[in-house]
Nanobody, 116 residues
Framework: QVQLLESGGGLVQPGGSLRLSCAAS????????INWYRQAPGKERELVAT????????NYADSVKGRCGISRDDAKNTAYLQMNSLKSENTAVYYC?????????WGQGTQVTVSS
């Protein structure tokens, strides 16, 4: 059974940090590109960060460059999104996505709320 389980979301003050985790099971995690997306209320889902199979390459949305870091630990079948200097506009549900060829898996999302 394929599963992506995000965790690490919560309420954080502006300027704070969070590290989101995405634990995978049921497929060969190391072969997959991992993406983090987010969807804010009333907005479309947007791509935040990507890490390739093997972790050799990463890419970030312009809005988070310099404040986010995506990583993966294939031995633990887990991906991470470190977010720093959080702003209120970063409030959203954050989703983990695993993609390889025709296979495309999504987690259920974790809520991140940035508020004082």
């Amino acid at each position: 059974q394929v599963q992506l389980l995000e965790s690490g979301g919560g309420l954080v003050q502006p300027g704070g940090s969070l590290r989101l985790s995405c634990a995978a099971s049921g497929f060969t995690f190391s072969m997959y590109v991992i993406n983090w997306y987010r969807q804010a209320p009333g907005k479309e889902r947007e791509l935040v960060a990507t890490i390739t199979s093997g972790g050799g390459s990463t890419n970030y949305a312009d809005s988070v460059k310099g404040r986010c870091g995506i990583s993966r630990d294939d031995a633990k079948n887990t991906a991470y999104l470190q977010m720093n200097s959080l702003k209120s506009e970063n409030t959203a549900v954050y989703y983990c996505n695993a993609r390889w060829r025709k296979f495309d898996y999504w987690g259920q999302g974790t809520q991140v709320t940035v508020s004082s």
